[in-house]
């Protein structure tokens, strides 16, 4: 309740300062349908792997960590959500410093490819890419028929249902693609440092209609902020040109899925983008004569933790010139 009045006020003040300041502010129009709680640590307590927060007259509301997750620094702070908790803990800087600079692209066939320069690590977004097709094909079919309907008909309510059913089912696919992808890179470069292309959804209004729609609908967001959280920082660069250009000799030329330069360099595509994003990242622009990795390995990001039965993950060694 105190949170609550305290935020309340905040947003007063904010907003009359902000109308002082001849700044456009609207004031909320929408009810919320529920708000965050936020607990300081002052109020919320942790005690034997329980967090305890004080609800007043209702008593404490006890929410039981998993076993074997201890909390890494002091406690700072607790949200609660909807259907979620939020922990907040203070780090000392150095605890998550030391690991390798990598440069990541983020794409569509290849969902992210990775190299801290002496070797590259591509995971495949097939899975990611069909779960994509198939949801936008399917909320075309159920778009389609609910166009003929009344609205707020049976016939149409049942399709709703089913509508929101199939996307949510998407989101779940989608999601656990996306985690188990980063928790790829995040265990092939601990603690690294990543510096990330910026996605650029602008390349999808040039595109043929097919294209646009899934370089449109990649979740690069969503796994640039996984790769946040799972690595030890995540830094967005200009990817301007990156996979065009030629790490050893600096020449531009676009190429499909195997880059052949005329020097003689030959290299995956996704691997020239990830060597040229991290040289952004290090140096603040491309340059030739770049190391590039000569140990590849394509990944899937599998159903499994660790490597799938019946899948093989290949390393192939590209020769240097
Ligand atoms: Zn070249």
Request: hydrophobic share 35%.
């Amino acid at each position: 309740m105190q949170q609550t009045v305290a935020d309340f006020c905040e947003a007063i003040t904010s907003a009359e300062s902000l109308r002082r300041h001849g700044e456009k502010y609207k004031y909320p129009y929408k009810k919320p349908r529920f708000r965050q709680v936020i607990f300081t640590n002052q109020g919320a307590k942790l005690r034997n792997g329980t967090l305890l927060l004080p609800c007043g007259t209702a008593g404490r509301l006890a929410v039981r960590l998993p076993k074997g997750v201890a909390i890494p620094g002091r406690l700072m702070e607790v949200r609660l959500d909807y259907g979620c908790v939020e922990i907040v803990c203070e780090i000392a800087d150095d605890a998550r410093a030391g690991g390798p600079i990598i440069g990541v692209d983020l794409g569509v066939n290849t969902v992210i490819a990775a190299t801290d320069g002496a070797k590259a690590l591509l995971l495949s977004g097939r899975a990611i890419k069909a779960t994509l097709q198939l949801r936008n094909k399917r909320l075309a079919e159920i778009t389609a028929k609910q166009a003929h309907q009344t609205p707020g008909s049976r016939r149409q309510r049942r399709l709703q249902r089913r509508k929101y059913r199939m996307l949510r089912h998407a989101g779940n696919t989608l999601r656990d693609l996306c985690h188990k992808a980063t928790r790829k890179i995040a265990q092939a470069f601990p603690n690294a440092k990543a510096y990330v292309g910026e996605p650029f959804n602008d390349a999808a209004q040039t595109m043929r209609r097919k294209q646009a729609q899934t370089v449109a609908s990649a979740c690069n967001r969503k796994i640039i902020a996984m790769l946040n959280y799972k690595l030890a920082a995540c830094i967005e660069v200009d990817e301007h040109h990156t996979s065009q250009t030629c790490p050893v000799c600096g020449a531009r030329s676009k190429h499909q899925r195997t880059y052949r330069c005329q020097c003689g360099f030959v290299a995956p595509r996704d691997v020239v983008g990830s060597t040229n994003i991290r040289t952004i990242g290090l140096e603040g622009a491309m340059r030739p004569g770049c190391g590039v990795p000569n140990a590849i390995q394509w990944k899937h990001p599998s159903k499994y933790p660790g490597s799938p039965p019946g899948s093989h993950a290949d390393t192939m060694h590209v020769a240097r010139e």
